[in-house]
């Protein structure tokens, strides 16, 4: 059974840095872009980083740019999300998703999903 587990979530103070895995089984997710979307209280799930499944190359939306990286580690079947200067408007449940040969999830239409980890960050 393929699933994506998250872990790494928790509470932290504004500025601040957590570093959040994501761990897929069940297959190898080498051929899959892979990434991380949020969702916040009210709000919409909105992407937030993705890394393509050949090249390498990784997306952020503009509000975590230059604070946020991503990676991947094939060998392990295990991306990795660190967050550094984290802000309050950062807490939401992160969500990683896999997307089949693709070169990003921003678009969604992931195949796969993980339960979520919460993220929350105090004033």
């Known amino acids: 059974q393929e699933q994506l587990v998250e872990s790494g979530g928790g509470l932290v103070q504004a500025g601040g840095s957590l570093r959040l895995s994501c761990a897929a089984s069940g297959r190898t997710f080498n051929n899959y872009a892979m990434g991380w979307f949020r969702q916040a209280p009210g709000k919409e799930r909105e992407f937030v980083a993705g890394v393509s499944w050949s090249s390498g190359n990784t997306d952020y939306v503009d509000s975590v740019k230059g604070r946020f990286t991503i990676s991947r580690d094939n060998a392990k079947n295990t991306v990795y999300l660190q967050m550094n200067s984290l802000k309050p408007e950062d807490t939401a449940v992160y969500y990683c998703?896999?997307?089949?040969?693709?070169?990003?999830?921003?678009?969604?239409?992931?195949?796969?999903w993980g339960q979520g980890t919460q993220v929350t960050v105090s004033s």
């Open positions: 998703a896999a997307k089949w040969k693709s070169a990003s999830i921003r678009y969604g239409r992931c195949e796969y």
